[in-house]
């Protein structure tokens, strides 16, 4: 099974660094296979005949037991995030737009939470589609973006810490890497 491991609020200035080659190493290490990365935001590839439950252990020990610092991050199978680029609205594929995230869900995530605030924050100039790991945005004019709700309120709302953001091409990038095994 192939997965993609996404690390939240790691390399970051000069906070909270995390090699990306030696952590591909150290996943290799502990029986994981085909370990890849892309670029230093963390995010990662590989592929594991292992329990998804079983594989969350692993990584949470290991990063427990080496950094000292949290590492949160979201761990999606890679068929499921396929099944999830397919079945995005027609407005995520516009590549003009000014904004394109996408807002993985950590585990803690109340997505019935973040569902209801968000979509009391959105404008006609802005997109929202919510799936089972993500949830997608889209604003496609810049002077309305910087003066959303969305970009004013993200950082300060209560759920902002339960999500790992990643622009619409890393998502387009990560989709390509997620299906190579």
Do not use: C
């Amino acid at each position: 099974m192939r997965y993609v491991l996404l690390l939240r609020g790691i390399n970051v200035g000069k906070n909270n660094k995390v090699v990306m080659a030696d952590l591909k190493k150290s996943l290799a290490e502990m029986g994981f296979e085909h370990p890849v990365s892309y670029i230093n935001s963390g995010n990662l590839f590989f592929n594991s005949p292992a329990p998804e439950q079983k594989i969350r252990e692993l990584l949470t020990n290991h990063f427990n037991g080496t950094y000292d610092f949290p590492l949160p991050f979201a761990l999606i199978r890679a068929d499921i995030l396929q099944q999830e680029a397919e079945k995005l609205p027609d407005w995520w594929q516009d590549e003009t737009a000014y904004r394109r995230d996408v807002l993985f869900y950590l585990p803690e995530a109340d997505r019935e939470q973040i569902q209801a605030e968000t979509l009391s924050w959105v404008n006609e100039e802005e997109h929202l589609h919510f799936g089972e790991t993500a949830f997608f945005y889209s604003n496609h004019n810049q002077a309305d973006y910087l003066l959303s709700n969305y970009h004013k309120k993200l950082i300060g709302s209560a759920f902002y810490k339960s999500l790992t953001i990643r622009n619409g091409r890393t998502f387009q990038k990560i989709i390509e890497l997620a299906n190579q095994a």
